[in-house]
Protein backbone atom coordinates (compact mmCIF):
# COMPACT_ATOMS: atom_id res chain seq x y z
CA UNK A 1 0.00 0.00 0.00
CA UNK A 2 2.48 2.47 1.03
CA UNK A 3 4.38 2.28 -2.48
CA UNK A 4 1.20 2.64 -4.05
CA UNK A 5 0.53 5.97 -2.20
CA UNK A 6 4.31 7.11 -3.13
CA UNK A 7 3.98 6.76 -6.94
CA UNK A 8 0.29 8.12 -6.75
CA UNK A 9 1.51 11.48 -7.03
CA UNK A 10 4.25 11.42 -10.21
CA UNK A 11 0.99 9.84 -12.03
CA UNK A 12 -1.40 11.80 -11.41
CA UNK A 13 0.96 15.00 -12.27
CA UNK A 14 1.65 13.41 -15.53
CA UNK A 15 -1.84 13.15 -15.91
CA UNK A 16 -2.30 17.07 -15.25
CA UNK A 17 0.46 17.83 -17.51
CA UNK A 18 -1.22 16.27 -20.81
CA UNK A 19 -4.18 17.49 -19.75
CA UNK A 20 -2.61 21.15 -20.26
CA UNK A 21 -1.20 20.17 -22.94
CA UNK A 22 -4.11 18.48 -24.79
CA UNK A 23 -6.27 21.51 -23.48
CA UNK A 24 -4.19 23.98 -24.81
CA UNK A 25 -3.71 22.77 -28.33
CA UNK A 26 -7.41 22.09 -28.51
CA UNK A 27 -7.83 25.46 -28.14
CA UNK A 28 -5.88 26.70 -30.94
CA UNK A 29 -6.14 26.45 -34.71
CA UNK A 30 -4.55 26.71 -37.90
CA UNK A 31 -6.16 29.61 -39.05
CA UNK A 32 -4.26 32.86 -39.90
CA UNK A 33 -4.88 35.70 -38.22
CA UNK A 34 -6.87 38.79 -39.84
CA UNK A 35 -4.29 41.74 -39.92
CA UNK A 36 -5.76 44.33 -37.91
CA UNK A 37 -7.43 42.14 -35.79
CA UNK A 38 -8.67 43.91 -32.41
CA UNK A 39 -7.28 41.70 -29.50
CA UNK A 40 -6.84 42.65 -25.44
CA UNK A 41 -3.37 42.07 -25.38
CA UNK A 42 -2.37 45.88 -23.78
CA UNK A 43 -5.85 47.48 -23.18
CA UNK A 44 -9.38 46.20 -22.83
CA UNK A 45 -11.20 46.59 -25.97
CA UNK A 46 -14.60 49.10 -26.91
CA UNK A 47 -17.62 47.97 -25.63
CA UNK A 48 -19.64 44.83 -24.36
CA UNK A 49 -18.02 41.92 -26.16
CA UNK A 50 -19.95 39.62 -24.08
CA UNK A 51 -19.28 35.73 -25.10
CA UNK A 52 -19.46 35.07 -28.77
CA UNK A 53 -17.83 33.86 -31.30
CA UNK A 54 -17.78 31.17 -34.73
CA UNK A 55 -19.75 28.60 -32.60
CA UNK A 56 -23.09 30.79 -31.74
CA UNK A 57 -24.97 28.91 -34.25
CA UNK A 58 -24.18 25.74 -32.01
CA UNK A 59 -24.83 27.26 -28.96
CA UNK A 60 -28.13 26.69 -27.08
CA UNK A 61 -30.21 29.08 -24.65
CA UNK A 62 -30.95 26.46 -22.09
CA UNK A 63 -29.49 22.97 -21.08
CA UNK A 64 -30.96 20.38 -19.53
CA UNK A 65 -28.32 19.36 -17.33
CA UNK A 66 -28.20 22.90 -15.80
CA UNK A 67 -31.81 23.17 -15.21
CA UNK A 68 -32.02 19.77 -13.46
CA UNK A 69 -29.02 20.60 -10.94
CA UNK A 70 -30.33 24.03 -10.10
CA UNK A 71 -33.28 22.18 -9.07
CA UNK A 72 -31.93 19.47 -7.31
CA UNK A 73 -33.77 18.89 -4.15
CA UNK A 74 -37.13 19.38 -6.54
CA UNK A 75 -36.45 16.78 -8.27
CA UNK A 76 -35.79 14.94 -5.42
CA UNK A 77 -38.77 15.26 -3.69
CA UNK A 78 -41.10 14.61 -7.06
CA UNK A 79 -39.17 11.51 -7.13
CA UNK A 80 -39.03 10.55 -3.44
CA UNK A 81 -43.62 11.34 -3.96
CA UNK A 82 -43.38 9.44 -6.59
CA UNK A 83 -42.12 6.16 -5.22
CA UNK A 84 -43.86 6.76 -2.04
CA UNK A 85 -47.43 7.16 -4.68
CA UNK A 86 -46.44 3.99 -6.29
CA UNK A 87 -45.61 1.92 -3.55
CA UNK A 88 -49.08 2.80 -1.59
CA UNK A 89 -51.23 2.53 -5.10
CA UNK A 90 -49.56 -1.32 -5.16
CA UNK A 91 -50.41 -2.06 -1.25
CA UNK A 92 -53.76 -0.74 -1.94
CA UNK A 93 -53.73 -3.16 -5.08
CA UNK A 94 -52.38 -6.07 -2.88
CA UNK A 95 -54.99 -5.36 0.53
CA UNK A 96 -57.91 -4.95 -2.14
CA UNK A 97 -56.78 -8.36 -3.87
CA UNK A 98 -56.26 -10.17 -0.62
CA UNK A 99 -59.65 -9.00 0.93
CA UNK A 100 -61.10 -10.53 -2.53
CA UNK A 101 -59.61 -13.96 -1.70
CA UNK A 102 -60.69 -13.90 1.11
CA UNK A 103 -64.55 -13.45 0.98
CA UNK A 104 -64.15 -15.86 -2.23
CA UNK A 105 -62.85 -18.25 0.03
CA UNK A 106 -65.31 -17.75 2.78
CA UNK A 107 -68.16 -17.78 0.66
CA UNK A 108 -66.81 -20.86 -1.03
CA UNK A 109 -66.33 -22.95 2.53
CA UNK A 110 -69.90 -21.92 3.20
CA UNK A 111 -71.53 -23.52 0.07
CA UNK A 112 -70.04 -26.66 0.65
Partial sequence: ??????????ARWSL????????Y?????????????????FAP???DRGAHGRF????????LEVSAR???RALGAAA????????????LAAEAAL????RSASRSAVAV
Fill in 45 to 47: MLG
Fill in 99 to 102: SQAA
Fill in 25 to 41: DAQQTGEPVAPGRPDNV
Fill in 70 to 72: LRI
Fill in 1 to 10: MGGRLGQAPP
Fill in 56 to 63: DSEAHRRS
Fill in 80 to 91: AALLLGAYGAFA
Fill in 16 to 23: IRGARRVG
